[in-house]
């Protein structure tokens, strides 16, 4: 092996470690405000829909997506808007079953939901998160995110 390698193959060794430990380290916390923008984009379609429920001929299933998704990683947030968020999803998984059992029987005609449940939830849920975005970014929506080409070519997520 040439003597000059060995310096090169350390420094390479060590940018790689360094890269590694940054990318594990700051991945979670990093990705709150993502995971937060993403709930907060949720609850403002599940109130659209609440808002249209009873003018569709065909009521649409409410989204649950992203807090399938997150709700394990949301220790972060405070505990009463964790309590809130839960309740809320739960309402929303248990409307979702019985929109998919009318859907199946054809009995959408007899569908006797009381979607106002959901009204006061979800508004003090998007509040909550909305808040939370404001304090720990100082905005209340995310601006959008271009790739960068360091990301692009070091796998920023």
């Known amino acids: 092996m040439d003597p000059g390698a060995l310096p090169v193959l350390i420094t390479l060794g060590v940018v790689i470690l360094l890269f590694y430990l940054l990318r594990r380290r700051g991945g979670s916390v990093r990705h709150r405000p993502e995971m937060v923008q993403s709930l907060i984009y949720e609850v403002r379609l599940n109130q659209a829909l609440v808002e249209t429920f009873h003018l569709r001929e065909k009521p649409r299933r409410f989204e649950s997506t992203h807090w399938q998704l997150n709700k394990d990683k949301l220790e972060f947030l405070e505990e009463s808007l964790q309590d809130t968020l839960e309740d809320v999803f739960d309402m929303v998984d248990d409307f ?62």
């Open 96 to 157: 979702n079953q019985q929109i998919k059992a009318a859907k199946k029987n054809k009995a959408l005609n007899q569908l006797n939901i009381d979607v106002n449940q959901l009204k006061e939830p979800l508004a003090t849920s998007k509040k909550g998160l909305e808040d939370w975005l404001e304090e720990n970014t100082g905005h209340r929506e995310l601006p959008p995110r271009y790739p960068t080409l360091f990301g692009s070519l070091f796998g920023e997520r």
